[in-house]
């Protein structure tokens, strides 16, 4: 089964998931409505709800208190995306115009902070303290890791240590989370939720990996952005730390990173691309994804062989070979 038929037959639930992300930023300030409508309108795969709704199924399945996670943790999701916005100067996501390039990096930051508080607001229909506790802390993490992202820029001294914890801390964090919090607002066993938690710690690892894959892979129509958007931004990834670690390639590669920091990321990347992609980088960084998802698929031994555990397999293949 792929990606589109899981969605297919979960289509009603995401329907409702996807009302309630609409209600949620409801507001009567004519401009938050319409910058937080904006970044809603256009779109994206919803991993971090179906996850929500998939683990939830290891329980007592209720969407009406369910979707009280689902929502919270794509727009926590949705949040960090406008705030990255302003800190790459992105002019476009998903082919559309960002909120910051469409209005301006002062609405932009604002947006980002009435999304963020709005997850909180919708978190807060449950009293369960565990639920708070691990949102929280999943926020603070977040932030954590992007701050570790500017702290890093253009830094070709990082070692494959500061990528992962990075990597976790932006990404791999908020999808573990939302396997955990489907299972805990479901009320499925302790044992459950951990295995579930690893499992989404595991896929979220191997789709940021993917993500800076693609990034140095894709086209701009793909990717709905300029294929080595990355390293504009000075964002060294896995396959160029792969690179950086090669003696036959590291001096050029080092002088055209420097190149491109010198002109602030406002220049033609095709040279650095091709180095990457000549070289065997790319391919190591994609067994180190396939290994995620593997370990992602065996944390999921011993779970009740019901549906949702073989949605989860499905997603986690999806997740490791995706090309968008």
């Not at 491109?260 to 180190?288: C, H, K």
């Not at 290994?291 to 779970?303: M, N, P």
Request: proline share 3%.
């Amino acid at each position: 089964m792929n990606l589109l038929q899981i969605y297919s037959r979960m289509k009603k639930d995401i329907a409702y998931v996807e009302r309630r992300l609409e209600e949620s930023v409801h507001t009567d300030h004519a401009m938050l409505k319409e910058t937080s409508l904006h970044l809603m309108k256009a779109g994206g795969k919803r991993i971090r709800p179906v996850f929500v709704l998939l683990a939830g199924q290891f329980g007592r399945y209720d969407l009406e208190r369910i979707q009280h996670i689902a929502v919270p943790l794509e727009l926590i999701h949705m949040a960090t995306l406008v705030h990255d916005d302003v800190i790459d100067d992105a002019d476009t996501r998903r082919g559309q115009l960002t909120v910051k390039s469409k209005w301006d990096n002062r609405v932009a930051m604002y947006t980002g902070d009435y999304i963020f508080a709005k997850a909180l607001m919708v978190a807060t229909q449950l009293t369960d303290p565990r639920i708070h506790q691990l949102l929280s802390k999943a926020i603070v993490e977040v932030c954590v890791g992007e701050m570790e992202q500017i702290r890093f820029f253009f830094r070709t001294d990082q070692t494959l240590r500061d990528y992962l914890l990075r990597i976790k801390r932006k990404t791999a964090l908020l999808i573990a989370v939302s396997c955990q919090l489907g299972a805990i607002a479901s009320e499925a066993p302790d044992d459950v939720s951990a295995k579930l938690y690893r499992f989404g710690y595991y896929v979220g690892m191997a789709f940021q990996i993917r993500d800076d894959i693609l990034d140095l892979t894709g086209t701009e129509k793909e990717l709905g952005k300029p294929p080595g958007s990355d390293i504009r931004q000075g964002n060294i990834t896995l396959p160029v730390l792969y690179a950086l670690n090669d003696p036959v390639i590291r001096s050029d590669l080092l002088a055209e990173i420097a190149r491109i920091q010198q002109l602030d990321g406002q220049t033609d990347v095709t040279p650095f691309l091709s180095m990457i992609r000549n070289g065997p980088y790319i391919e190591a960084a994609d067994r180190l994804s396939a290994r995620y998802i593997d370990k992602a698929i065996d944390s999921l031994s011993g779970l009740p062989d019901i549906r949702a555990k073989k949605d989860l397999i499905d997603i986690a293949h999806f997740i490791g070979n995706r090309s968008y």
